[in-house]
């Protein structure tokens, strides 16, 4: 059986930043939120902490390997996590192995919930991606705690001042998402207050969404189709344009936007192939069939045998949200 793979995933594909590889540079659920929406499940160990986790070595020895067998079928790398990718201390030099690895040929993003953006390495990092997918679901205190379940030291005037500053010094793309829930943060002085702090920040696109798949917090409700576009609607009114750059496609064609919901391509019908890419997207986030069977390309009997004894030892379970039916693997822990 083909050896699982520990930091890398994908390609995935975002209309954002088209389809990439992605890499996992942080140990499942370090991270300084524990938002009620997260895919990855209940953050066990919160930390604003920056500190060495996976080593960049190890990290660019996998990258090394995988990276000539998909780089004619991806437009970009991108940097995540289980968790927050900024709190690994060796993210520049990941990033510096990349980069000789990839040179010029491709774009290297990443995707943060901006929380450690007033740190001064961080901050000088992040200028040196080419596209940075900041998060930002709530501007004032009690939306954020409700929504983001910050550690408690997280100050959010703080992050918000250092972002705009960012903002406006940085010279890549700047992908800005806000995720609402229904009841948390979808008020209109949410709202208001939302829109007066995105005016002031340098974006090159900004996504608004929802809740898409099983949250690690059951009271956690998506808005409707309606309501997120009656909201969209009221904050394009007040001047807020979604794209600001006319380079970047807004009607690609995608099935993942999120940060927090990367969708897999690949064109290999292997079953042991299959399984080597399938578990770390498991483990990541709940997936369905038909996500399995339109990214990795195989039907929908293949999906079945190959999620079979995965099923039967417990491995991987079901669960269903919003109707639909999805897998995840036993390390996503929801309450
Ligand atoms: S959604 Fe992202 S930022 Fe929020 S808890 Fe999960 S991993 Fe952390």
Excluded: W
């Excluded at 201390?89 to 990349?98: A, C, M, Q, R, V």
């Excluded at 703080?158 to 995720?179: M, P, Q, R």
């Excluded at 917090?217 to 009656?230: G, Q, V």
């Amino acid at each position: 059986m083909k050896k699982e793979l520990q930091y890398i995933f994908g390609p995935i594909n975002s209309a954002r930043i088209g389809k990439s590889l992605g890499i996992d540079v942080i140990p499942k659920k370090i991270c300084s939120l524990d938002c009620i929406y997260c895919e990855v499940g209940i953050t066990k160990s919160i930390s604003t902490e920056i500190k060495p986790y996976f080593k960049p070595e190890n990290i660019l020895e996998e990258f090394r390997n995988i990276y000539p067998e998909v780089k004619d079928n991806i437009d970009a790398i991108t940097i995540t996590g289980s968790g927050e990718p900024t709190l690994n201390s060796y993210l520049k030099d990941i990033l510096t192995g990349i980069r000789d690895i990839v040179k010029d040929e491709k774009e290297i993003a990443i995707l943060t919930n901006t929380t450690t953006i007033d740190n001064k390495d961080v901050y000088k990092t992040l200028l040196d991606f080419d596209i940075v997918v900041p998060s930002l679901d709530a501007v004032t205190k009690t939306a954020f705690e409700k929504i983001n379940k910050p550690a408690k030291e997280i100050d959010i005037k703080n992050i918000i001042n250092h972002l705009i500053t960012f903002s406006n010094e940085y010279t890549g793309k700047l992908y800005l998402e806000v995720l609402l829930a229904k009841n948390v943060n979808d008020q209109k002085e949410d709202i208001d207050t939302l829109i007066s702090v995105i005016k002031k920040i340098n974006y090159t696109r900004l996504d608004i969404g929802t809740i898409t798949r099983p949250p690690s917090y059951s009271f956690a409700t998506p808005l409707t189709d309606i309501e997120l576009d009656e909201i969209k609607a009221y904050i394009a009114s007040k001047g807020v344009s979604f794209i600001k750059d006319n380079t970047v496609d807004d009607n690609a064609n995608n099935t993942v936007i999120s940060y927090h919901n990367p969708s897999p391509v690949s064109n290999n019908n292997n079953k042991d192939v299959v399984i080597g890419k399938l578990i770390p997207i498991l483990k990541m986030r709940p997936t369905t069939i038909d996500d399995m069977i339109k990214t990795l390309k195989i039907d929908k009997n293949t999906a079945q045998e190959v999620l079979a004894p995965f099923l039967q030892s417990g491995e991987v379970t079901t669960k269903e949200f919003n109707g639909i039916l999805y897998y995840q693997h036993k390390v996503i822990k929801q309450v």
